[in-house]
């Protein structure tokens, strides 16, 4: 399987068609062929999915349907990842390759719980890396999050026992274990997993995988599998340019839900895998042009949005920007028409009917009014040193952390948008010609 290319193939068939304006039988055809070679190198059934084609005009649309449904089935597994039960003790075990993002992703996961009420802990059996445990201790404190180490005991298994042991006595919901790592998948390092799986039994095996390693996925995923059968996915470093293919393949070779994406060095970096925004992300339909020509059409008037859009060519996106995009969005009439054409807000509004989408973006504005000036002119980053103020905006806007914790990584998505648009000097003279 050639997985790794397929959404840059595909990305880049349904780019050229789009991009040009003649948009004749020949240039269609042509493109039809790329992605039909795409998707049948990626062991996809081209010819059982796509439907006879309607009139040209609406063969895009169709084309750009039938490629996103058909990654979307083959990102979903189908299969329901875990869910912790709160009042009993719940344990995580991650496993991975050095360097994958394991101790990183552990804090970032205990702080997840820890916001939704869980009692959390972390455990740290990294008894191979020098620095293991002063990186998760570090990670913990600044967390405020219970750990458990040795700094003398050599056997990992040992350690991972001895640090579930103590958090279930202290009647811990949810005790998460990081396991050392190696550079390559060597005998040693899946001999002491099985140990530490033996000596935790936990609920729960977390593989996590660098998004940047690409094709390297499938056969590490798969090596995984065979010796720690872990029953979820956790791909880091997905805010790098090259991520995606690599997580297709994990899941292509194993079965299993990737339940988070890691998006970036910070703890609150950590979002939810959605099938539907990760195939539109993979496939730029959200893309930087799009973006450009959004906030384009919607800032014509205003001056606050001519300031937002001028905020974008430099690179920047505080989250008053984004206030004054999702105002002026509201401005603009019916959602169902509008969604598709900015990353993520179909993904906010998926499945909700115009008048359920209206109110979630109201309820994002009660969201905004809630926060203080500095807050809504930074870039977001003043959350993540102090998640207490996140607790304090759900409260005063009267919705829920969860609520608040989208709002923030739909900002950042946008804002990881409108960096790369500052990094393109093309666009930006091209934006600046347009203020
Ligand atoms: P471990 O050896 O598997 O425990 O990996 P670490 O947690 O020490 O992470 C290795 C490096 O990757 C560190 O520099 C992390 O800051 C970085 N890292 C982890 N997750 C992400 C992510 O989602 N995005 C980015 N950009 N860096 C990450």
């Given at each position: 399987m050639v997985l790794q290319d397929l959404g840059r193939r595909i990305n880049s068939a349904v780019n050229d068609l789009t991009r040009s304006n003649n948009l004749d039988e020949k240039a269609f055809d042509d493109m039809l062929k790329e992605i039909c070679a795409a998707l049948l190198s990626a062991d996809v059934n081209v010819l059982s999915t796509s439907p006879p084609l309607p009139a040209a005009v609406n063969k895009k649309r169709l084309i750009q349907k039938t490629v996103f449904d058909e990654l979307v089935a083959l990102v979903d597994p189908h299969a329901q990842p875990f869910r912790p039960k709160k009042g009993r003790p719940n344990v995580i075990m991650f496993v991975g390759l050095?360097?994958?993002?394991k101790t990183t992703t552990c804090t970032k996961l205990a702080r997840h719980y820890q916001t939704r009420g869980f009692k959390t802990a972390l455990v740290c059996a990294d008894t191979f890396r020098a620095g293991a445990f002063d990186q998760l201790k570090q990670n913990a404190t600044k967390a405020k999050i219970p750990y458990y180490g040795s700094l003398t005991q050599t056997d990992p298994a040992i350690v991972a026992a001895e640090g579930v042991a103590k958090f279930k006595k202290e009647r811990f919901d949810i005790i998460i274990v990081d396991t050392s790592g190696r550079h390559r998948q060597e005998e040693e390092l899946f001999t002491e997993m099985t140990q530490i799986q033996t000596a935790v039994t936990p609920d729960q095996t977390i593989l996590v995988l660098d998004g940047t390693i690409g094709q390297a996925a499938e056969s590490q995923s798969a090596a995984f599998k065979a010796t720690a059968d872990f029953g979820a996915i956790i791909i880091t470093k997905t805010d790098g340019h090259a991520a995606g293919g690599g997580a297709i393949s994990a899941v292509a070779a194993t079965?299993?839900?990737?339940?988070?994406?890691?998006?970036?060095?910070?703890?609150?970096?950590l979002e939810r895998f959605e099938p539907r925004a990760f195939v539109q992300k993979l496939l730029g339909m959200g893309d930087v042009a799009s973006l450009v020509e959004h906030v384009q059409a919607i800032t014509k008037d205003s001056s606050s949005a001519k300031e937002t859009y001028k905020h974008i060519a430099e690179g920047i996106y505080t989250i008053r920007d984004f206030r004054e995009n999702i105002t002026s969005i509201m401005k603009m009439g019916p959602l169902s028409k509008l969604s598709?054409?900015?990353?993520g807000l179909s993904n906010l509004t998926q499945g909700l009917d115009d008048e359920d989408g209206s109110m979630k973006l109201r309820r994002m504005i009660y969201i905004f009014d809630s926060m203080t000036a500095a807050e809504l002119d930074s870039d977001g980053k003043t959350f993540v040193d102090q998640p207490s103020r996140m607790v304090r905006i759900a409260h005063g806007s009267g919705t829920t952390v969860r609520e608040v914790e989208d709002l923030l990584s739909q900002h950042r998505m946008m804002a990881g948008m409108a960096k790369r648009v500052g990094g393109q000097k093309k666009q930006m003279q091209r934006a600046q010609n347009m203020l």
């Open positions: 050095q360097g994958a993002g079965h299993t839900p990737i339940i988070f994406l890691g998006t970036g060095e910070h703890m609150m970096d598709g054409m900015i990353p």
